[in-house]
């Protein structure tokens, strides 16, 4: 391709280089990306019908589900077609565009867990003013924060990420227009954009988690202080949900993010990349709340109506 084409469009090499393994996850990430569509709309559905789920933690689970949407259906879609046929190309726009909403939606999530884990922490520890404090205005606070934060973070980091020179490379060795796999084709040096990008990372990314951790010690404190078992066993149900969901999310993220754009390898980060976009918002409605038992009886209650 000439230097001005590949100014028009990219080519994501994904897993071209093992056709076989390209049809076999075309029908896995099909499967998976269904599933996730179907569990997630099913959690927003249940979460706005039944009133007895109108609560600040569903509150919270709905805009999970929500955004776990869109980031899946910010690149899934155009995984699946480049895994189905011979071509690979995406416009620069489509391109810049997925890159916007994948650094914005991951963002949004970082901030978003850690509002969740702060619910959390008020309804076991503050038990007697949960109500109270996690008022309707302060939760639609809280979720505008969290998306505001996403926005901040791809207003930050797309553009340098776009605007670097890359001598007509076009070739992007990943499945989607990720931000280390762009900054790698770059044909100048990237240590500025890279020590940028590990400093808002550590903003974005550690800030959060450590406010999910520091709520988790008082959570945990306050749960081995409870005299009933029951009590303890439903705390512990609930926030092991949240911090499986945690350890899913962060985990990749940390791994991916907090080091430099040249030493993870290139299989690793596609198939993290791939976990972390399909296989942990598949399995987040399942963690999270369809083993819940409040959940269940909405669904109840609203199969029984129909």
Known sequence: MTNQSCQDRFILLGFSDRPQLEQTLFVFVLIFYLV?????VVIILVS?????????????????SFLDLCFT???IPQL???LGGPDKTISYTGCAIQLFMFLGLGGTECVLLAVMAY???TAICKPLHYSVIMHPQLCWKLVSVAWGIGLLNSLAMSPVTMRLPRCGRCKV?????EMPALIKIACVDTVAVESTVFILSVMIVLVPLALILVSYSYIALAVLSMKSATGRRKAFNTCGSHLTVVSLFYGNIIYMYMQPGNNSSQDQGKFLTLFYNLV???????IYTLRNKD???ALSRLASRK
């Open 36 to 40: 996730t569509l179907v569990g997630n």
């Open 48 to 64: 706005r019908l039944d009133p007895c789920l109108h609560t600040p933690m569903y509150f919270f689970l709905t805009n999970l």
């Open 73 to 75: 259906t910010s690149s």
């Open 80 to 82: 699946l077609f480049n």
């Open 119 to 121: 619910d959390r922490f």
């Open 173 to 177: 060795k990943h499945f989607l227009c």
């Open 280 to 286: 942990t918002p598949m399995l987040n409605p399942v």
């Open 295 to 297: 959940v269940k009886g």
